[in-house]
């Protein structure tokens, strides 16, 4: 094998290697096809565990309405300086981390911030409006903290939530625990939060998740965060619809 294609291999193995890891770190990070978009947003898509956010991200890429987001793009912007960024995401951590003793479960939530910080560093340095959809963005892992923390930094939050459109996701929890099950039978994979548990504690469990999230998406539409709800008893056919329109009016 002669230098030049030693050389090349190895180039190859490092990109793949890079690719590898970036995939490891974005989960569920899709550009979002709208024509004339006048602004950037992310459209974060959220919902009890198990209520079928990925059923309907996967039938919205079956029909090329989103597109993955090129992962060694997304990781390479997560080094790119930007302070105003940099200030909302550090008083977010900075919140989070002081109530948390473990440091495993600490640097959990330091990763959980590295892919939502890098899309918007992504958008704010895009030239032109960028519309992404987004399994498990910011608003997922860090809606409490960026709520408790609003009146105190309302400039930071507001710019940071301004792009943002919730698109919520809700059905009957005895539905919801009904499809956990169907999938586990089917595939043997069951989500942690459902581990051990009956279907009677399945069932209360999606009953109190999604009380509880309603309540902090109530707050963050009064303070202008667009919520669109649907009803993932509904067809993705028909969800894809409500999202496109809701999505449509926010960015033209």
Known sequence: MTQLV?????????????EYRAHFLVKGVFDYQIDNANKSLFIE????????KSTLIDYMEEKELIKG???TKLWATRLQRNN?????????????????????VRSRYLRHAIIPRAMDKYIENNKN?????????????????????WEQN???????????ILVHMIARPEIIAERILKRYRETGNLL?????????????????????????????????????????????????????????????
Do not use: W
């Open 6 to 18: 030693l050389t090349a291999k190895n180039l190859l193995d490092r990109f793949y290697g890079c």
């Open 154 to 164: 309302k400039f930071i939050f507001s710019k940071l939530m301004e792009k943002r």
């Open 192 to 252: 942690p939060y459902y581990k051990n548990k009956q279907e009677c504690e399945i069932i209360e469990y999606c009953r109190k998740a999604q009380e509880k999230r309603k309540k902090v998406i109530r707050k963050f539409k009064t303070r202008g965060v667009p919520v669109l709800t649907i009803n993932a008893e509904d067809s993705s056919q028909e969800n894809t619809k409500y999202i496109d329109d809701f999505v449509k009016k926010k960015g033209q």
């Open 45 to 52: 898509i959220i919902g009890c565990p198990g209520v079928g």
């Open 129 to 149: 409006p960028t519309v992404l959809l987004i399994d498990e963005g910011l608003f997922h892992h860090f809606k409490y903290e960026i709520s408790d923390n």
């Open 84 to 104: 105003k960024i940099a200030s909302a995401y550090t008083s977010i951590l900075d919140y989070k981390i002081m109530s948390l003793e473990d440091e495993r």
């Open 69 to 71: 987001l090129i992962c």
